[in-house]
């Protein structure tokens, strides 16, 4: 069974810094679709970022250049490096992976596995 923990998000002011991890256990991070998406309140769940099994990413134009998906795939996680932070970004992130998928991985419909998420405060 996947298991996705979150952890390193808080609150930092605007033009700050960033670095969240998902620990994967019963899961190899290199496999298939992984991927990052924040929810904030009364606002639906957006995809921020997705890296495929061949180390493709991409990004949602409100982070690109700012926002950096990346993993590790000998401890099995995966970091999302965000910079440059705005006050739009506050919201709660979610790290997720589509089991099933390796390719093809901007559906959030195909992520299966979701973490518990971790806060991300950005304050002007």
């Known amino acids: 069974q996947v298991q996705l923990v979150e952890s390193g998000g808080g609150s930092v002011q605007a033009g700050g810094s960033l670095r969240l991890s998902c620990a994967a256990s019963g899961y190899d991070v290199s496999r298939q679709c992984m991927g990052w998406f924040r929810q904030a309140p009364g606002k639906e769940r957006e995809r921020v970022a997705f890296i495929t099994s061949g180390g493709s990413t991409s990004y949602a134009d409100s982070v690109k250049g700012r926002f950096t998906i990346s993993r590790d795939n000998a401890k099995f996680t995966l970091y999302l490096q965000m910079n440059s932070l705005k006050p739009e970004d506050t919201a709660m992130y979610y790290c997720?992976?589509?089991?099933?998928?390796?390719?093809?991985?901007?559906?959030?419909?195909?992520?299966?596995?979701w973490g518990q998420g971790t806060q991300v405060t950005v304050s002007t």
């Open positions: 997720a992976a589509a089991t099933f998928y390796s390719t093809l991985c901007s559906n959030q419909g195909k992520y299966n596995a």
